[in-house]
């Protein structure tokens, strides 16, 4: 096996492979992991096995670890589709012997996996690495999708309010985001500037889907492409003088719907525990299950040096 530390030069055999991959996202693209290269020191790498790309490992060097990936929601080993176990071993023995220090990584949820892949975290527990922490996300499964009562009756608000693919409009929906999360003390993770910038590199795989009153944008979501099985909400926000509207109700309906029709498999609604999995905002898990979601789990690992 031979290890060769990503360069510029690799950028397009990198995005091709995890395209074909058996487990990648497009979170694990250099195309995504671009927008804050200037935030990290890279130390992705490439993994040959007598000239072949067999596997990617997306990372930068973060207080003397290799942190897989500190910039992006997924990161980990990202493997051919013909990977077998014996391969996930020789492949992680290289990666620990190349970087020679504590390495971290977080594995996506299985339902982004394009293909079963959990050899590549079996064999990384047999080499040394522990769970860390565990969170829980939402998933919707497109194939069985069952409201609750109650939500039923939230879509019968739908009628009077306009939903769109909106790209046009990020600062409105910006301002509303921010003063969500201003109740809880936070602010987003990404800048609009960043948002922006994350379309204009990715312009087929990340979608506003905002909802109007008249003229007015009341609420929007964020959704993400992050491969051709499995897609991703980020960021649900709404103006609250118009809950009763249902406005989030309506747009997650409308986004269940585009993606049965385009042939996608899960949905996934993203995490709704705080502080690695301690604290549970049940409300939220509430909301989010009463589509149809059920449980799955995004986990955090570490091997020390």
């Given amino acids: 096996m031979k290890i060769v530390k990503y360069e510029q030069k690799h950028h397009k055999i990198w995005d091709e492979f995890v395209k074909n991959s058996k487990n990648g996202t497009i979170f694990h693209t250099q195309t995504f992991l671009s927008y804050h290269k200037d935030r990290f020191e890279d130390a992705s790498i490439l993994i040959y096995k007598k000239n072949s790309l067999i596997a990617l490992f997306p990372a930068v060097e973060v207080d003397n670890k290799t942190i897989s990936h500190q910039g992006s929601t997924y990161g980990g080993l990202i493997v051919r589709k013909d990977n077998r176990l014996k391969t996930s071993f020789e492949i992680w023995e290289e990666i620990i012997k190349y970087y020679n220090k504590t390495i971290e990584f977080r594995k996506s949820e299985y339902i982004f996996d394009m293909y079963p892949s959990e050899e590549v975290v079996f064999s990384a527990k047999k080499m040394g690495f522990r769970e860390v922490y565990e969170e829980l996300s939402t998933c919707l499964d497109l194939n069985y999708i069952k409201f609750t009562k109650g939500r039923k009756w939230a879509?019968?608000?739908?009628?009077?309010?306009?939903?769109?693919?909106?790209?046009?409009?990020?600062?409105?929906?910006?301002?509303?985001?921010?003063?969500?999360?201003?109740?809880?003390?936070?602010?987003?993770?990404?800048?609009?500037?960043?948002?922006?910038?994350?379309?204009?590199?990715?312009?087929?795989?990340?979608?506003?889907?905002?909802?109007?009153?008249?003229?007015m944008m009341i609420a929007g979501i964020w959704l993400v492409i992050a491969n051709s099985k499995t897609a991703h909400t980020f960021y649900i926000a709404q103006n609250y003088e118009y809950k009763d509207l249902q406005p989030l109700?309506?747009?997650?309906?409308?986004?269940?719907?585009?993606?049965?029709?385009?042939?996608?498999?899960?949905?996934?609604?993203?995490?709704?525990?705080?502080?690695?999995?301690?604290?549970?905002?049940?409300?939220?898990?509430?909301?989010?299950?009463?589509f149809g979601g059920f449980g799955v789990s995004r986990r955090y690992y570490r091997r020390e040096i």
């Fill in 155 to 215: 879509l019968t608000k739908c009628k009077n309010l306009k939903i769109v693919f909106d790209d046009m409009n990020y600062e409105r929906y910006y301002e509303i985001l921010q003063n969500n999360l201003k109740k809880h003390n936070s602010t987003p993770t990404h800048t609009l500037e960043e948002m922006k910038l994350i379309k204009n590199l990715l312009p087929n795989n990340y979608f506003l889907v905002s909802i109007y009153l008249n003229d």
């Fill in 249 to 290: 109700s309506c747009i997650v309906k409308y986004i269940i719907e585009y993606l049965q029709n385009n042939n996608f498999t899960y949905l996934n609604f993203g995490i709704s525990t705080e502080n690695r999995g301690e604290i549970i905002n049940f409300g939220l898990f509430e909301f989010k299950e009463s």
